[in-house]
């Protein structure tokens, strides 16, 4: 065996075993954070992994080990940034008006065609001005219940309100926002 390749296998196997010994003490908290601030959570995972792939391969700009756990969470944070961008959560009309899914916003928007884009923001902005006629209550509602995809028991609790009320509510929700869709514009 040729002494330059044994003493960059060498070189490697020390990188490696580097690597793990300052990984060892922040694996738990760092998956935890991007699994924490990832969005959505199925993409925990590869943005995990990718921070570790990152870090590994740049462990050689790491100046001082002591500050080893905040230069992997700036990476972590980085990634979350960049994976967040990519896979933004899209909000559906199909969810307020159930049974009128031909209005459903696509998660596909970026391969639309400009018309259909344009289109896209219209409606957008059209769900925009009938949600901004609900009270508070019921915006905080919605959020929980379809962006955040929260229990009617998860939602009384931090609402403060039985479950049998929140349920009349979210029904009294949707039809406030039909009727305000046709045109009523207080919804009575």
Same mark, same amino acid.
């Given at each position: 065996?040729?002494?330059?390749?044994?003493?960059?296998?060498?070189?490697?196997?020390?990188?490696?075993?580097?690597?793990?010994?300052?990984?060892?003490?922040?694996?738990?908290?760092?998956?935890?954070?991007?699994?924490?601030?990832?969005?959505?959570?199925?993409?925990? =995972?590869? +943005?995990?992994?990718?921070?570790?792939?990152?870090?590994? #391969?740049?462990?050689?700009? !790491?100046?001082? %080990? *002591?500050?080893?756990?905040?230069?992997?969470?700036?990476?972590?944070?980085?990634?979350?940034?960049?994976?967040?961008?990519?896979?933004?959560?899209?909000?559906?009309?199909?969810?307020?008006?159930?049974?009128?899914?031909? =209005?459903? +916003?696509?998660?596909?928007?970026?391969?639309?065609?400009? #018309?259909?884009?344009?289109? !896209?923001?219209? %409606? *957008?902005?059209?769900?925009?001005r009938w949600l901004s006629?609900?009270?508070?209550?019921?915006?905080?509602?919605?959020?929980?219940?379809?962006?955040?995809?929260?229990?009617?028991?998860?939602?009384?609790?931090?609402?403060?309100?039985?479950?049998?009320?929140?349920?009349?509510?979210h029904h009294r929700i949707?039809?406030?926002?039909?009727?305000?869709? *046709?045109?009523?514009?207080?919804?009575?």
């Amino acid at each position: 065996m040729d002494r330059g390749v044994y003493v960059n296998e060498t070189k490697q196997q020390d990188k490696s075993k580097f690597f793990t010994q300052l990984c060892e003490p922040v694996i738990g908290s760092l998956y935890a954070y991007i699994r924490k601030n990832s969005n959505p959570s199925f993409l925990c =995972n590869d +943005i995990y992994q990718t921070t570790l792939m990152l870090a590994y #391969e740049n462990i050689n700009s !790491l100046r001082d %080990e *002591k500050k080893f756990k905040s230069w992997i969470f700036t990476i972590g944070r980085r990634e979350i940034v960049r994976f967040n961008k990519r896979y933004k959560k899209e909000f559906f009309i199909d969810d307020v008006f159930p049974e009128r899914s031909e =209005n459903l +916003i696509p998660r596909d928007a970026d391969i639309r065609s400009l #018309e259909e884009q344009i289109l !896209l923001e219209e %409606e *957008k902005e059209k769900v925009a001005r009938w949600l901004s006629r609900l009270s508070a209550a019921d915006k905080q509602f919605l959020k929980y219940y379809y962006y955040d995809e929260r229990t009617y028991a998860e939602i009384s609790d931090i609402m403060h309100i039985k479950q049998g009320t929140l349920r009349v509510m979210h029904h009294r929700i949707l039809k406030r926002l039909e009727k305000i869709a *046709k045109g009523d514009e207080y919804g009575k």
